[in-house]
């Protein structure tokens, strides 16, 4: 290799480690912006939920009420998940846990059986929410393939059977067609739906599929096909709505509170 050359080569390497160091810079400064984009959003979370648990609190004599309120805010947190793990300014984890701490005083002040029947209704919002979310999460997976399969159907057969005696018996075979359309794109969801996160190798399986709901719904194992998906939705948000009723006629008043947190 002649002097130029390696000249040449020198500079396009020390070009490439110079625009490698470049990128690294970069990456590091927009990490430090995004921290602290996230640690102002906490914060800035924590303080409405703590300014407005704190008026609710003040502004209520019924006990209930109060007690409701402060488990409500407790619930969102845990629900983020939020913990003062969160925050890296001590002032900003000293803020958070005397929020924890004020909150927790208050639910403490009540009774057991007061904060069993607020514990239930909680629950039952979130078990109908988490369904919501179950049925979201299979209609964004399925892209609407589902419905353009029985749109396919409902278009086409009409035209074929005016058209050509062959459309008859393509009936029953189009009909097959849709409803293995429809059960194969549940399938698939069911399938990343139920992984279970904690065999092994399940970590670089979950990066592989890369979905949000990846072994978030283990119960979908034994429903098995589209039909019994939206049957089993149906029958649980029944479940959850019968239960959010009977704690409304229990704990009058509660429905507002309830309502303007989940």
Known sequence: MSKDKKIFQILDQASAAQLRLQQYEESILRDAYLNKEFQNKIKNLVFEVRKKAESLIASNDNATIKTAVAML???????????????????????????????????????????????????????RQRVD????????????????????????????????????????????????????????????????????????????LSKPFTGKYPELKEVKNLWM?????????????QKISRGYESMPGIKDVIEEYI
Not at 104 to 111: D, G, L
């Open 73 to 127: 805010s407790i619930n969102l947190f845990n629900k983020l998940p939020l913990s003062a793990l969160n925050f890296q300014e001590i002032t900003d984890k000293e803020y958070f846990h005397t929020t924890i701490t004020n909150l927790e005083s208050v639910v403490n002040s009540s009774s057991a059986d007061e904060r069993a029947k607020i514990q239930n209704l909680i629950e039952a919002y979130n078990e």
């Open 133 to 208: 979310q179950m049925e979201e999460d299979y209609e964004k997976f399925d892209g609407g393939k589902s419905k353009n399969a029985k749109w396919t159907y409902i278009i086409v057969y009409p035209i074929l059977c005016v058209i050509t005696v062959v459309g008859i018996p393509l009936l029953f075979f189009t009909k097959k067609v849709v409803r293995w359309a429809e059960g194969s794109s549940y399938k698939q969801f069911k399938s990343i739906a139920t992984t279970d996160l904690n065999v092994r190798g399940a970590g670089f399986l979950k990066a592989f």
């Open 229 to 241: 998906f939206r049957e089993f939705c149906i029958e649980q948000k029944n479940a959850a709505n």
